[in-house]
């Protein structure tokens, strides 16, 4: 929790509200006293994430950032002009240093014009009385652009690759086609190798989603203030495209496993993946391991009993448990610590990787808000709360920063993000003709499946993702005895 500041007597019974603390640490308080609580002075400078995050809950940033500009300013009138000059130069520093992690933290609050035109006129502002802060304006601000520019083009980037995916035409009409598609072993049959190249992919766009996107996904307006449609627009896309790859690569390696006629080649890609597997998690990269996991459990893979009865499954069956979702995932969650722990004692790039089960971090970071009430009984703002909201995103923020240390293979990387896959139809379709059902059931199905997917017209395409809403849940789906899949809910 965040030390007693020295406003922490100015604040009582003030215009700004009360704020109250409990063992030196800030528990509750006005949004007002929140906002008061954000502005720098010479002696005091707020925690950036947590106190940035808190007040978006309840109002857009462009009025954050007006409002905490202007009580830094006003917080330096004296009536005397030279005076004022003096203090002001004497807190310049700090709201640089504000406005410089606001910039570098939040980066995307400032695609709003009005959020530039404030930066802008505290820019002016600043070289009135202090070049040497200035200059850092200066300078934050072409870092910035830089930042944003690279935003707009990976965004460009990702939407480029979805349409390849989606119009790739359909060289393969049927299995017996197959032998002319390239398949991941005829890219990279080296485990090691494929799991560095999914690091790459999921450092990349780890490293794109915002911290606010976590609080605009699930963020709803305050029925105590009036900021009408502000939380209807939740720009969460950077999110929702890092779920939709987890998606994709769970596709992607149900389709390996389909495509092959002969049963031991299909073996061979199980036994490949699972390979994969546990290099990812002996890197640390836990979303891509559980993509793999979910697409091996997956009924149209399950199903195929006779490929299974040529696989060692003893390595797989040791990753299913780090990943076993009883005890609210206890398990991953300890793997999870000691990952930590090794990034934060660790020396080497590699060692400082942890990508974590993403659509678990979602679902942690909303049941926390769910929880809790956002506002107490007498209208304060549950700081308590919002400061261990604030501890996961910084934590998050920690992960995403990490600079991926393995030699990129764009042939290995354009076939990850680029090649066909099947849909969940298809795949069945495909799981059929490699090994025909075994009762009415799967009879019944595959009957229907043909009438909506005749074989000849199967074609690979982009699968949509498992759900389309900006909120995503976890839920769990039994593939056997021993082994849980685990999907994000419609």
């Known amino acids: 929790m965040p030390p007693t500041t020295p406003y922490a007597g100015k604040f009582s019974g003030s215009s700004y509200g009360e704020m109250c603390y409990h063992d030196n640490s800030l528990v509750s308080a006005s949004l007002e006293a929140l906002i008061q609580h954000l502005v720098p002075t010479v002696d005091y400078y707020p925690d950036v994430v947590c106190f940035h995050l808190s007040p978006r809950l309840f109002l857009p940033p462009y009025e954050l950032m007006t409002r905490v500009c202007h009580l830094c300013v006003e917080q330096q009138r004296s009536g005397d002009a030279l005076l004022d000059k003096i203090r002001f130069r004497e807190v310049a520093p700090k709201l640089v240093q504000l406005l410089t992690e606001w910039t570098e933290t939040f980066p995307y609050d400032f695609r709003d014009d009005r959020m530039m035109r404030c930066l802008k006129d505290m820019t002016h502002h600043v070289a009135r009385g202090d070049e040497y802060s200035w200059r850092a304006m200066q300078q934050m601000t072409q870092r910035l652009i830089k930042r944003l520019s690279a935003l707009g083009q990976y965004e460009e980037a990702v939407a480029e690759l979805n349409a390849a995916a989606a119009e790739r035409p359909a060289a393969l009409k049927s299995k017996q086609a197959s032998g002319q598609r390239s398949d991941v072993l005829s890219v990279c049959d080296d485990p090691f190798i494929l799991a560095q190249?999914?690091?790459?992919?999921?450092?990349?766009?780890?490293?794109?989603i915002g911290p606010e996107e976590f609080i605009q996904s699930f963020a709803m307006k305050d029925p105590l203030e009036n900021h009408k449609g502000f939380f209807?627009?939740?720009?969460?896309?950077?999110?929702?495209?890092?779920?939709?790859?987890?998606?994709?690569l769970s596709y992607l390696v149900a389709t390996e496993i389909?495509?092959?006629v002969k049963k031991k080649h299909r073996a061979r890609i199980i036994e490949f993946f699972i390979d994969v597997a546990q290099e990812c998690f002996n890197i640390g990269n836990f979303n891509s391991l559980m993509a793999i996991i979910t697409g091996m459990n997956m009924s149209p893979i399950a199903?195929?009993?006779?490929?299974?009865?040529?696989?060692?499954?003893?390595?797989?069956?040791?990753?299913?448990?780090?990943?076993?979702p009883s005890s609210n995932f206890s398990n991953y969650r300890t793997a999870l610590r000691g990952a930590t722990q090794r990034s934060e004692t660790g020396h080497s790039s590699q060692e400082k990787i942890v990508i974590p089960f993403f659509s678990l971090l979602i679902k942690d970071i909303y049941f926390l808000n769910e929880g809790c009430s956002s506002r107490l009984t007498n209208g304060h703002i549950n700081f308590e709360k919002l400061w261990e909201l604030a501890k996961q995103v910084s934590?998050?923020?920690?992960?995403?920063?990490?600079?991926?240390p393995f030699d990129r293979d764009r042939r290995i990387l354009q076939y990850l993000v680029t090649t066909p896959v099947y849909n969940e139809d298809e795949l069945h379709l495909a799981s059929?003709?490699?090994?025909?059902?075994?009762?009415?059931?799967?009879?019944?199905s595959r009957r229907s499946l043909r009438w909506v997917w005749p074989i000849s017209r199967c074609?690979?395409?982009?699968?949509?993702?498992?759900?389309?809403?900006?909120?995503?849940?976890?839920?769990?789906?039994?593939?056997?005895s021993n082994g849980w899949v685990w999907f994000i809910d419609r």
């Open 258 to 260: 389909c495509m092959p």
């Open 395 to 404: 934590e998050f923020l920690v992960w995403r920063q990490v600079i991926c």
């Open 232 to 248: 209807r627009k939740r720009k969460t896309s950077n999110l929702e495209a890092y779920v939709n790859w987890f998606n994709r």
């Open 197 to 208: 190249q999914l690091t790459h992919i999921e450092l990349d766009r780890l490293s794109f």
């Open 459 to 480: 074609s690979f395409r982009w699968v949509w993702p498992i759900s389309r809403r900006s909120l995503r849940w976890v839920w769990p789906i039994r593939r056997r």
């Open 303 to 324: 199903r195929l009993k006779k490929t299974w009865s040529k696989v060692n499954t003893d390595k797989f069956e040791i990753l299913e448990h780090q990943m076993d």
């Open 432 to 444: 059929y003709e490699s090994e025909g059902p075994e009762n009415n059931m799967e009879k019944d």
